[in-house]
């Protein structure tokens, strides 16, 4: 369950606002990239196809970038950022943002 995981950390963390950390830290960072990719795409949207396909391919290495964030975080502390839920929490944030990008565009 991966609501679950993420209450037993804080339950475990004596549900502190720090051990909530990663919830916030990742939330953030995941919502920065999407506002980023969007400012990128929109001004070429309706432009030439190569401006808006270079303009989209920056904004997934920013996703990209944004996953790799995620691993090192866990590799160099697994207490503060445990691995389940901060890849739930970045990607929880990140992906139903990308889906709502072609709304965000027009």
Known sequence: D?????????AVEGG???SM???????LIATAIQ????????P????????????WGIG????I???ALVAAAVTLDRTLFPPLPTAFAFLGVLVPLLFMEARLVR
Do not use: S
């Not at 950390?21 to 939330?27: H, K, T, W």
């Not at 070429?44 to 303009?55: M, N, Q, S």
């Open 60 to 63: 997934m290495l920013l996703r």
């Open 2 to 10: 991966m609501g679950g995981e993420a209450a037993r950390v804080v």
């Open 65 to 67: 970038l944004g996953v």
């Open 16 to 18: 502190r606002l720090l």
């Open 44 to 55: 070429a949207f309706a432009g030439e196809t190569v401006r808006l396909l270079k303009r």
């Open 35 to 42: 506002v980023i990719a969007v400012a990128l795409v929109r």
């Open 21 to 27: 950390r990663f919830l916030l830290v990742f939330g």
